[in-house]
């Protein structure tokens, strides 16, 4: 057994993490599976830390702290993690799909000690929410009889979790939260309520503000927006060159980010929410949702339809 995998069966067989299905109340996610791949119902089967019940609980500390760090003007940034990032982090190109992330494995090389360093930052400020579920800590088998399996195997989520240890960045209750509990949170009458009336900044490559004002005014919601123009491509990898300009274009003022950057939103991240002393998250599909582009996540998205 590699180390990755032993890492995450300490985890688990320890009972300080678990497998468990992340239930949130009046989430329906039904009409997603049914346009996509049947399998994808796996992801709503996530790792809960031992103390937390479940995905409601998840949702409420999420708001617990985006709620003190708007009001007590603390650094609180949120960053998700998934296939395209398990690449980048495991120096593969294949962290470009639909958006262009990475020019080279050199430029990956490159940028990789910037990532660590607002990794450290993140775990110990913030909340990573890796997506961790069955279908993607399967140990890849090798030799012919894998060949003759049917059944799909990936370890991304392993190798990731290799990674952070490697770093010596653990997985805690206090800093993880599953990934899909972002995206329930953001799309939630709880968050809309939070932020009506408060100054939120897009930070994204598109922005169409007839389109987002319409989707919060659903909620009835009236944040007052903005938006601060970022690259749609190798953020990752470009960060540093493109930082103060994107800083610079953020008004002071502003009490929450969200933020759509790909594989480089950790570094955005971290560097608004350090920045301006307040929570910067990432919020990847939620903006196209609020821009009327669920098109160009390529598909729709769990945890995002509530019954309302």
Known sequence: MGAASSLLDMLTESGVFHFNHLVIRDIDNTPVIQVNDPEMVEQEICLFHENVGNGDEYVKRLHDFIRSGVQDRRPSPVARFADGEYAFYRYSLHCNGL?????????IRTAMPLHVEAFKILAERGKLAPLIFPGNTRKKEKGF?????????DDSALGFIDFLSSQGIPL????????YVIYAYLTSQTFADFISGRKICIVNSEFNRESCTRWFSTFSSRPKISFAEIPASY???QWTSMKKGVLGRIPADTDLCLVGAGVGALMACVDIAIWFSIPAIDAGHVLNIMNGREDKSGEPRLYTIWNK
């Not at 805690?172 to 990934?179: A, G, L, Q, R």
């Open 99 to 107: 958006y262009q992330q990475a020019e080279s494995v050199e430029a």
């Open 145 to 153: 009889f894998s060949l003759l399996r049917r059944s799909k195997s």
């Open 172 to 179: 805690t209750e206090s800093n993880y939260i599953p990934f």
């Open 235 to 237: 953020v990752a990898t």
